[in-house]
Antibody, heavy 121, light 107 residues
Framework: QVQLVQSGAEVKKPGASVKVSCKASGYSFTSYFMHWVRQAPGQGLEWMGMINPSVGSTTNAQKFQGRVTMIRDTSTSTVYMELSSLRSEDTAMYYC??????????????WGQGTMVTVSS | DIQMTQSPSTLSASVGDRVTITCRASQSISSWLAWYQQKPGKAPKLLIYDASNLESGVPSRFSGTGSGTEFTLTISSLQPDDFATYYCQQYNSYSWTFGQGTKVEIK
């Protein structure tokens, strides 16, 4: 079945970087754009950015420009999101989510289970 | 960025009630709007896409209407499994944004 499986929880110190993986299965990896969304504890959903797994191009939210990097590995059908210069406000659940359909401007129909990132000294 | 505003923030209702949640966009987004349901500790689940299309497998008691700047999600007869938080999301531009969420609680 179609699914996205993310890497496990992380605890990082302020100033460090974190890299979260999202492995896709059950569909053609390069045919669907992938997004990253985060959710701070008790808060709403915040879009971070998007990657085109076919060519590797990305579009990031302005808030994260210069701090977030998204890459993909087509050999393993995995996308990665790296967030640098971590601060306490980055403590959140991080989700990958697949776009519904072939065009980039669309809703998200498949979500990963989430990866909790905790930033604490 | 396009701002999405949901109302109410919290809604208390009983099983069997008809429930309506509103989402307003700061500028026209045509019909490029989705609704998600999220339960505690779980990832969001797509309910409605393109403002009014029911995602496969979602019960027919959920429906969505609207275009432009004003949208609604309606649950025709609230079921115990529907107590959750609901988010709208726009995808009219290359900067996706979500509403702040509406928590549906048991009355």
């Amino acid at each position: 079945q179609v699914q996205l499986v993310q890497s496990g929880a992380e605890v990082k110190k302020p100033g460090a970087s974190v890299k979260v993986s999202c492995k896709a299965s059950g569909y053609s990896f390069t045919s669907y754009f992938m997004h990253w969304v985060r959710q701070a504890p008790g808060q709403g959903l915040e879009w971070m950015g998007m990657i085109n797994p076919s060519v590797g191009s990305t579009t990031n939210a302005q808030k994260f420009q210069g701090r977030v990097t998204m890459i993909r590995d087509t050999s393993t059908s995995t996308v990665y999101m790296e967030l640098s210069s971590l601060r306490s406000e980055d403590t959140a659940m991080y989700y990958c989510a697949r776009v519904r359909g072939a065009r980039p401007l669309a809703s998200f129909d498949i979500w990963g289970q989430g990866t909790m990132v905790t930033v604490s000294s | 960025d396009i701002q999405m505003t949901q109302s109410p923030s919290t809604l208390s209702a009983s099983v069997g009630d008809r429930v309506t949640i509103t989402c307003r966009a700061s500028q026209s987004i045509s019909s490029w709007l989705a609704w998600y349901q999220q339960k505690p500790g779980k990832a969001p689940k797509l309910l409605i896409y393109d403002a009014s299309n029911l995602e496969s497998g979602v019960p027919s008691r959920f429906s969505g209407t609207g275009s432009g700047t004003e949208f609604t999600l309606t649950i025709s007869s609230l079921q115990p499994d529907d107590f959750a938080t609901y988010y709208c999301q726009q995808y009219n531009s290359y900067s996706w944004t979500f509403g702040q969420g509406t928590k549906v609680e048991i009355k």
